[in-house]
């Protein structure tokens, strides 16, 4: 399993992806988006900011009935809107059968770096109240609650927790992001901070 993650990498969200992420998008969310949806946003490269992230090498095929066009080399994405100073978190999301081992965290900082290179100042999201585990993640990163969205959720009515990231260039975040990315290269070695700061489409 080590040398697996040694192969991870952050790659910009291609067209040739969208199949895959929405396979895993119907397994561990009610409500996944409409294919079209993901070939606007990747339609609006100036303001929007979409992500793979790949384990290269041989991966196993997750476990539940797939389609035979999934590429199980992508274990997670992400995505987020810039809207003028803020950028804006979309989604995040990583297999189900790969959760609770970092790829979330590198996702997420993958689309921070992405806030900073598309000039915002601040980052928003909205996270269901279940999703505790979320929650920590977004705190670790220096986020913080700042509201709550009755009903937010249209498959139960469940509310959503708005955390915001305060300034992004400001030294208590800064100190945050970098704590992460230590943690990450830690964690997974060979995940070079390049992989999580450039990307082109293929």
Do not use: C
């Amino acid at each position: 399993m080590v040398q697996l993650r040694q192969q991870l990498a952050l790659e910009l969200m291609r067209e040739a992806d969208i199949a895959t992420v929405q396979e895993i998008e119907r397994e561990i969310f009610v409500t996944p988006w409409p294919r079209n949806a993901y070939y606007r946003e990747l339609a609006s490269r100036s303001s929007a900011h979409y992500v793979v992230l790949r384990q290269e090498g041989i991966v196993e095929r997750p476990p539940a009935q797939v389609s035979s066009d999934f590429d199980p080399t992508i274990v997670g994405y992400g995505g987020m809107w810039r809207m003028y100073d803020e950028a804006h978190v979309t989604t995040i999301g990583v297999r189900r059968d790969l959760q609770h081992r970092g790829h979330g965290r590198i996702v997420f900082a993958g689309l921070i770096q992405a806030a900073y290179d598309m000039g915002a100042k601040w980052v928003t999201l909205e996270v269901r109240t279940s999703n505790e585990n979320a929650m920590h993640l977004y705190e670790a990163f220096s986020f913080k609650v700042i509201g709550r969205r009755k009903g937010y959720y249209t498959d139960n009515g469940e509310d959503a927790i708005v955390m915001w990231s305060d300034s992004i260039h400001s030294p208590r975040f800064r100190r945050a992001y970098e704590a992460s990315l230590e943690r990450i290269e830690a964690e997974v070695r060979g995940l070079r901070r390049e992989l999580i700061t450039k990307g082109e489409p293929q």
